[in-house]
C-alpha cells in the first residue's frame, strides 16, 4: 500500500518554503525535477515560487503543500520510483509550481518515497491551493492509478520546518 502525508504547515512562512525546497535538493535526493521552477537552485526556486505569490498579492499564510509518498514493498528500484514520482508530480502542475524528488532508505519514510513540494499559490489564477480530504482523497485515487497500490493519506499538520 502505498502512504501518503499531507503536510500542511501555515505557521512556517517563507522560512518553511527555504527548508522545504533545501530538504529535496539537498544530497539524498535521487531524481530530482520540478515544473515551473528551478530543480537545481535553492535561490532561483524560491525566487520563482515567492514572484508567483507577489504576482497575485499572495504573501502570508501557508507557502507550500509538502506531499511524501511512500511506496509498498512491491516497488523495488529507483528508476521505477522515479517515474512514478514524475507521475504523481504531474498531478498538480496544470495549476501549480512544483518540485519533486526521490529518497531512498530512510526507515521513517519506506525504503523508497517521494516529497513533493507545491506552491500553495496557483500560477494561473493565484487562487490558494485546497488539500481538503475531497481533494486528497482524489489525488490518492491517482496515485493508486499510476502505481497500482492502495493508497492511504493522512494529514500531518506538525512540520518542523
Not at 535521487?30 to 520563482?48: E, I, K, P, R
Amino acid at each position: 500500500m502505498a502512504n501518503i502525508d499531507v503536510i500542511r504547515n501555515t505557521y512556517g512562512g517563507m522560512r518553511y518554503l527555504e527548508n522545504a525546497i533545501q530538504y529535496v535538493q539537498d544530497e539524498r535526493a535521487n531524481y530530482l525535477d520540478s515544473f515551473g521552477v528551478s530543480a537545481y537552485s535553492l535561490t532561483m526556486a524560491m525566487n520563482q515560487m515567492v514572484a508567483t505569490r507577489r504576482y497575485f498579492g499572495k504573501v502570508s499564510g501557508n507557502p507550500l503543500v509538502h506531499v511524501v509518498i511512500s511506496y509498498d514493498a512491491s516497488v523495488t528500484n529507483l528508476e521505477q520510483a522515479a517515474q512514478y514520482a514524475a507521475q504523481c508530480a504531474g498531478y498538480f502542475t496544470s495549476r501549480y509550481q512544483v518540485i519533486w524528488c526521490t529518497h531512498e532508505h530512510d526507515t521513517t519514510n519506506g525504503s523508497l518515497h517521494t516529497h513533493i513540494i507545491i506552491n500553495a499559490v496557483s500560477y494561473v489564477d493565484g487562487k490558494m491551493i485546497i488539500t481538503g480530504y475531497d481533494e486528497m482523497n482524489a489525488f490518492c485515487n491517482y496515485v493508486a492509478q499510476v502505481t497500482g497500490q492502495k493508497c492511504h493519506f493522512s494529514f500531518d499538520n506538525k512540520a518542523t520546518y
